[in-house]
């Protein structure tokens, strides 16, 4: 099972991007899937999830810009980002809940997003 990110990519403050996170391989089901985003020198921390059913956390600082979906029958999440920050600016990581044999934590390889001034 891979996660593989895309989408990152440099703007100018007030810009926007899209990311996408695709999960490939056999397994059974995908319960939530998110975003983390670690900028430099700082802890990796939550953007937003969401759940197989539709239920969405956002972390306050991505409420009202950033918007998170997923299509489950191509069992791809998103996240749309706008009026984008310098603050933004980190390496976002996708990760996924993924039953295979039993349920376990799948992270992709980041994806980095540059917010320029």
């Known amino acids: 099972v891979q996660l593989q990110a895309s989408g990152g990519g440099m703007v100018q403050v007030g810009g926007s991007l899209r990311l996408s996170c695709a999960a490939s391989?056999?397994?059974?089901?995908?319960?939530?899937m998110g975003w983390y985003r670690q900028a430099p020198g700082k802890q990796r921390e939550l953007v937003a999830d969401?759940?197989?059913?539709?239920?969405?956390n956002y972390a306050d600082s991505a409420k009202g810009r950033f918007t998170i979906s997923r299509d489950n029958s191509k069992n791809t999440m998103y996240l749309q980002m706008t009026s984008l920050k310098p603050e933004d600016t980190a390496v976002y990581y996708c990760?996924?809940?993924?039953?295979?044999?039993?349920?376990?934590?799948?992270w992709g390889q980041g994806t980095q997003v540059t917010v320029s001034s």
């Open positions: 990760y996924a809940d993924i039953l295979v044999t039993s349920w376990g934590a799948y």
């Open positions: 391989g056999t397994f059974f089901s995908i319960n939530v």
């Open positions: 969401i759940t197989g059913a539709g239920t969405i």
